[in-house]
């Protein structure tokens, strides 16, 4: 999105009257890319229509106190993550386990989910981005399948592009050597 | 082709420790995860899932708009933070006002070092327990004798509501 358009956006989104029509602009503008986003961590459709729903809310919620310091995707995807994320320790919490174990349970349950469609290596790469920590997982999934550049990522995730390079790295690593060894 | 060569010429571009021991390996990787990983996701969503999206979402909003702009004091975290260390107080004087055993002066503990612990969830009850814990009475009084000012409280909530920052920790 060009700065001009966003910046109008924005003030349309912080005004009263034009709030409700950019609101729903927005929406239609990010749905997807926040969806797939959610949905990589959370795997499962209803759970990550669940996240995706809360995040819009929570985007409507804090819009006004929306600053500029990052732009304005960087900012909602930061929500997303942290919703995505927050919501896997709810869970955890409520069924009295950790978020690893919510995520092998996820990860156990998408050969039955009628939503995933992946052959045999597309499950094994699910199963081997599980285990990796939580922060390479997001590193990962959002470097190798969105293509998302580094300093974009730096900017979403307020992590050091170097540090980045090294998650990445060291997912990739491990990844390859799950493949290799499965 | 010599990599000595061109480091001598002094271009003035250096490279991380080790790069070029490593550079081999992590390319192979990559190659080998692009070759056996696919980069399509192996997801499905509902026929007509993101055409109804919008509607669903916005349908949640009139509720939210009015909702007063009143933030309930007694579910918010300022209240579970004034909350803790009234316990932490009523705790104390439970446990040690009758004994002259002066294990130590709890005067002298800071009270940035009581809401650090706080806040690093070394205390983990539930609402409902801080509630049978507390009375009315005693909340009130040290409530008052925190003496926040209004402007303080709200900068203190306006920074919640502000609050989106990752908390990852670093692996």
Do not use: C
């Amino acid at each position: 999105m060009k700065i001009e358009t966003e910046e109008i956006l924005i003030a349309d989104l912080q005004s009263e009257t034009n709030r409700d029509i950019a609101f729903r602009e927005l929406i239609s503008l990010y749905k997807e890319r926040l969806y797939w986003h959610i949905r990589k961590i959370v795997l499962s459709h209803d759970d990550a229509d669940d996240v995706l729903q809360n995040t819009f809310i929570k985007i409507f919620r804090n819009i006004d106190g929306f600053k500029g310091e990052s732009k304005l995707y960087s900012w909602m995807y930061r929500i997303a993550t942290n919703e995505a994320i927050t919501f896997i320790h709810n869970k955890a919490k409520h069924s009295q386990v950790t978020s690893e174990k919510i995520q092998q349970i996820a990860i156990n349950n998408l050969e039955a989910d009628v939503y995933f469609e992946g052959d045999e290596i597309q499950f094994k790469l699910q199963k081997a981005i599980a285990t990796l920590p939580q922060k390479q997982q997001l590193v990962f999934n959002m470097k190798y399948f969105d293509d998302h550049t580094y300093e974009q990522l730096s900017d979403i995730l307020e992590t050091s592009v170097g540090a980045l390079k090294s998650s990445y790295h060291i997912a990739v690593k491990k990844i390859t050597a799950y493949l290799t060894e499965n | 082709m010599n990599k000595k060569n061109i480091h001598s010429k002094n271009s003035g571009f250096t490279t991380p420790q080790n790069y070029f021991d490593t550079v081999e390996e992590r390319i192979l990787q990559e190659i080998t995860l692009k070759k056996n990983g696919p980069k399509v996701l192996p997801f499905r969503i509902p026929n007509g899932y993101f055409e109804t999206l919008e509607d669903r979402v916005l349908a949640k909003i009139p509720s939210i708009k009015k909702e007063p702009k009143i933030i309930s004091f007694i579910h918010t975290k300022t209240f579970k933070y004034v909350a803790s260390i009234a316990a932490i107080i009523i705790l104390y004087v439970t446990l040690f006002k009758d004994t002259s055993i002066g294990m130590f002066d709890f005067n002298a503990i800071d009270q940035s070092q009581i809401s650090y612990y706080v806040e690093q969830g070394y205390i983990d009850i539930s609402d409902t327990e801080l509630e049978s814990l507390i009375s009315e009475k005693a909340l009130n009084n040290n409530l008052l004798s925190l003496d926040i000012s209004k402007d303080e409280i709200f900068d203190y909530l306006s920074n919640l509501l502000d609050d989106n920052t990752l908390n990852l920790e670093d692996h």
